[in-house]
């Protein structure tokens, strides 16, 4: 299995998710630099780790969404390839119109680190097959604006086709209908706020995360 | 020639308002042996301030213990850096932004761990922890939710920004703080051994090198402003707080730690406080070399800014670099990838002169020797404080469960939680222990090992007898790095006093230093970096009252292997409860008389240097042998509330099972020293290691249960819970 992690200037987990993938999924990692205009070959895994890209000025995600390496990972994602954005990297999803809605201020206003409970609501993707539907899982969030919206026709298209892929069980920001991570239309590109890569061993403080890099390695390998 | 005919004339006026006294004038006029011109003032004014100088505490600071094996740098350089084994080092240091925090909350904060950041990577570490100290006034005071609320957001802001994990510190309230607030910063980073950069520039004809941010006209005077008491006027003071950019800083961090992996570097200095001034003065001075710089290609954000605005701005996320010849490109190339600026603006010289141009004039030449050499040193006058008298009347509690309830729920022992879900404790994914235990731990990446980090201070037990504050603050880090199972090593310390200038607050000072050095040689954790920070007083509140003596401690300890750290939380019902350590009922200062007796009184306890380190080496045996299931240290408001914080983090009640007591609210809230709670499933080996060893052990009780009770007294956790939860979520939604 192959994978990348792209980097933009301000991404901070990018080395967890780098740690993640090489070591849960088992791939062949490497950094993939925004200002590249291709993509590696043969990629199994593209990975739009979390951070402030860009300081989050303008909009969280809006301007890493504009970077060259993009358009390339817009590209792999229409061809099929698997791809993950966490935290900043599902902002950048939804700025790049891979993914549907936006994320807006928490609804608490304040920054939130903590461990949230979450729901799985879709077990038929690439990424949570590790799962059963229905299982609660416990991922850690760290962020100042998770708070999904979307207008009530996506929403409905989204849970009418079962891309939510994860809800809270607690919402933490506000999340319309507790969104936690939702996939695309071809359910190989999922965003979630929530950091799966921050539950990986047991030093996490939970394993919970560990399951959604393992059953890709299994899809994909 | 240096070109004067442009700049106003130096008045007695113009001199009063750069900070320098009658004497510290004549004292430049003899360094330069002319009178200076606006530029050189302004430089001589910013090196000479308390803040840069350090010319009230220098003489006690060298008093201090720096050394040992564990040293690798002690203070001098912009952080102490010590052996962790392997081929690796721990870099950290604390530093104070308070001026700025209580007139600008959210930047003041902000900046404050930028600043901090910068001072550890500066030396080539990568940050991988920061904590911080803070000091409020009376959360009725009608600005304080307002700081409170700024300050968090700044270290948040910026901490979660840069991806550095905060995973530490303490926050304190006393009306002492109201009109002056303390926000102390630490940062810890990680390094190799072979790539520890420091200071001192060297090579003449090397390039000397800006990198970063631009220079804007932000901060001018800032460290001037630190060195002053705050007057009515200090709301107008707000253009003189820096504002931060996380962001840029991200970017250096990164940047400059790609140069570093190279050898290009000869020196380098980040720009903190009095900023291009005191960099290019530090690296020139500590390289004995000259330093020529030409003003006109220091990258600036504004136009016209003038040389003066140039050398006094405080503008952030800044470093200056000598770099080795013809290594100019490469390192170029490195900056313009992370989008930062970088210019050649000077190179070093052997004239032993700083010397600056801009627009093809000379507008400074200052002899670097005596710019150092004459700064002002002053040996103040200082008044011992009057040791307290024995606490008379020690009152007896009517009501154990009532008393603990009120205790837990008190502003100085209610759950920090809504600080601290605020901070990103965990990316880095080293993240073993975050805020809420006795020490933050961070397993150093890629390896087996862990650095344990904690801050701690007891302001008022420094009010009430300094040396003996001095000396408990040591020991409560000591104790808070054993309780987790790591082995102490250094110490840093951020000194906050008020005016140097009244000798009832120097006599708190040489007090606290007194009692910080006994302990430090007595536990061997060497003082490696500090700051000082001095003028905490505001006649804003219309006092002219100084805060608390705060010297505030950061320090840190090594666990050779994670899998033996320890936890506060209790783990399982059923486990026997033991107390290591003697308790007299020592109820002077203890947040029990204060908060449900309404009195600060008496004197603090006295700490055992030799029983503290008998009891930690015995306390990191039992860990490192996985004798115990959990450990918390004794601390503000005494055993009880200890217990019960072990309780609420577990989840699991306790009952106490202990002999008739005298007086047992003393017993239970008194706050005596050198003493830690366990719990454990071997009860009989405990005692039997205990019983070797000569170390005192009480058996307290048994956990289990959803209750904290004992003889009088039973408490439900739910309650306990919501009377801890309560203070912050209560005056947050207020």
Avoid at chain 2, 66 to 86: H, K, L, M, R, S
Avoid at chain 2, 367 to 395: C, F, I, K, M, S
Wanted: net charge negative; proline share 5%; glycine share 12%.
């Amino acid at each position: 299995m192959k994978a990348a992690v792209v980097q933009f200037p301000g991404s901070n987990c990018d080395r967890d998710m780098f740690v993640a993938v090489r070591d849960a999924c088992g791939a062949d990692t490497q950094f993939v630099w925004h200002g590249d205009t291709d993509l590696p070959g043969g990629l199994d895994l593209i990975a739009i780790p979390g951070g402030f890209s860009y300081g989050d000025y303008l909009r969280s995600g809006a301007m890493a969404a504009r970077s060259p390496v993009m358009q390339a990972v817009v590209k792999a994602a229409a061809r099929g390839v698997p791809v993950l954005g966490v935290c900043n990297g599902f902002q950048i999803l939804t700025e790049a119109g891979l993914l549907p809605g936006a994320l807006m201020r928490n609804s608490g206003i304040d920054f939130i680190c903590r461990d949230a409970l979450l729901t799985v609501e879709n077990a038929d993707t690439p990424f949570t097959r590790g799962y059963a539907a229905g299982d609660r899982i416990t991922i850690p969030v760290a962020h100042h604006d998770g708070n999904y919206f979307a207008d009530d026709d996506t929403l409905d298209r989204l849970e009418g086709e079962g891309r939510v892929a994860f809800r809270y069980t607690d919402n933490v920001n506000g999340s319309v209908r507790g969104i936690a991570g939702i996939v695309n239309e071809g359910g190989n590109v999922l965003g979630m706020m929530p950091h799966p890569e921050r539950a990986i061993v047991p030093l996490h403080g939970g394993t919970d995360g560990r399951a959604l890099f393992a059953c890709l390695a299994r899809t994909l390998a | 020639m240096t070109d004067t005919a442009a700049a106003p004339a130096i008045t007695p006026q113009i001199v009063a308002e750069h900070g320098f006294s009658e004497d510290e004038y004549a004292n430049v006029l003899k360094a330069l042996g002319r009178e200076p011109n606006m530029v050189e003032l302004g430089i001589f004014s910013v090196m000479w301030s308390e803040h840069c100088s350090y010319k009230s505490s220098r003489l006690h600071l060298k008093k201090l213990p720096t050394e040992g094996p564990q040293v690798i740098c002690g203070p001098g350089e912009n952080a102490g850096v010590i052996d962790i084994g392997d081929g690796q080092a721990a870099i950290f240091k604390m530093e104070s932004h308070n001026h700025p925090s209580y007139i600008e909350p959210y930047q003041g904060a902000a900046t404050g761990v930028g600043g901090i950041l910068r001072d550890v990577f500066t030396m080539g570490a990568r940050p991988v922890a920061n904590l911080n100290a803070l000091r409020f006034g009376s959360p009725d005071h009608r600005r304080m939710k307002h700081l409170v609320k700024g300050v968090v957001a700044g270290i948040g802001g910026y901490g979660n920004c840069v991806g550095v994990p905060t995973v530490g510190g303490e926050t304190n309230f006393h009306p002492a703080y109201d009109g002056n607030i303390l926000v102390n910063a630490m940062t810890v980073g990680v390094a190799d051994q072979d790539k520890i950069f420091y200071s001192a520039a060297s090579g003449v004809g090397n390039s000397i090198v800006y990198v970063g941010a631009k220079t804007g006209r932000d901060g001018i005077h800032g460290a001037t402003m630190a060195s002053t008491e705050f007057a009515e006027d200090s709301e107008e003071k707000r253009p003189t707080v820096q504002v931060g950019d996380p962001f840029t800083e991200k970017l250096l961090i990164e940047a400059c730690l790609e140069l570093m992996a190279t050898d290009a570097i000869v020196a380098i200095q980040d720009m903190g406080a009095a900023g291009l001034t005191s960099s290019s003065v530090e690296m020139a001075s500590n390289g004995g070399v000259g330093i020529r710089l030409n003003m006109d290609a220091v990258p600036q954000r504004e136009t016209g800014m003038s040389a003066y605005e140039m050398m006094l701005s405080e503008s952030q996320e800044r470093m200056l670099m000598v770099l080795k010849p013809g290594r100019e490109a490469e390192a170029e190339a490195i900056f313009r990838k992370w989008e930062l600026d970088f210019a050649v603006i000077g190179e070093v010289t052997d004239t032993g002169r700083m010397v600056l141009d801009h627009h093809g004039k000379t507008v400074c030449d200052i002899p670097l020797g005596p710019l150092a050499d004459d700064a002002p040193l002053y040996d103040r006058p200082h008044v011992p404080t009057q040791p307290p008298e024995e606490l008379h009347n020690v009152p007896m509690s009517k009501d154990i469960g009532a008393d603990l309830l009120t205790l837990m729920a008190c502003p100085d022992l209610a759950s920090r939680r809504w600080i601290w879900q605020q901070y990103d404790s965990q990316v880095g994914g080293d993240t073993a222990q975050r805020s809420g235990g006795d020490a933050a731990v961070v397993r150093v990446h890629g390896t087996g090992k862990a650095l344990a980090m904690t801050t701690d201070c007891t302001p008022r037990y420094c009010f009430a007898d300094p040396e003996e504050g001095g000396k408990q603050a040591i020991a409560e880090a000591h104790r808070n790095l054993c309780a987790v199972g790591a082995r102490p090593l250094a110490v840093t310390n951020c000194l906050n006093f008020g005016s140097p200038q009244n000798p009832k607050i120097m006599g708190q000072i040489v007090g606290c230093l007194k009692g910080m050095s006994d302990a430090c040689i007595a536990l061997d954790m060497p003082i490696v970096s500090g700051n000082v920070s001095l003028y905490n007083e505001s006649k804003a509140t219309g006092g002219g009252s100084a805060i608390l003596p705060t010297p505030a401690i950061g320090a840190v300890g090594l666990l050779d292997n994670i899998e033996h750290m320890a936890t506060i939380a209790f783990k399982e019902a059923g486990e026997a409860i033991f107390m290591i350590g003697y308790g007299a009922g020592h109820v002077g200062q203890s947040l029990w008389l204060r908060e449900c007796h309404g009195r600060e009184e008496g004197p603090p306890p006295k700490v055992d240097l030799d029983v503290e380190l008998r009891h930690g080496a015995f306390v990191r045996a039992l860990v490192a042998a996985g004798k115990v299931s959990a450990v918390h240290d004794i601390a503000d408001g005494g055993a009880l509330v200890a217990l019960t914080e072990m309780a609420l983090a577990g989840g699991i009640g306790a009952r106490l099972d202990m002999p008739q007591l005298d007086n047992p609210g003393a017993a239970l809230f008194g706050e005596d020293q050198g003493r830690y709670l366990i719990t454990t499933s071997d009860a009989a080996t405990i005692t039997q290691m205990a019983e070797e060893a000569g170390i005192f052990l009480l058996a307290l009780g048994t956990t289990g249960g959803e209750t904290v009770g004992g003889t009088g007294f039973d408490v439900a956790l739910e309650t306990l819970k919501d009377a801890n939860e309560r203070f912050f979520r209560d005056w947050m939604d207020s």
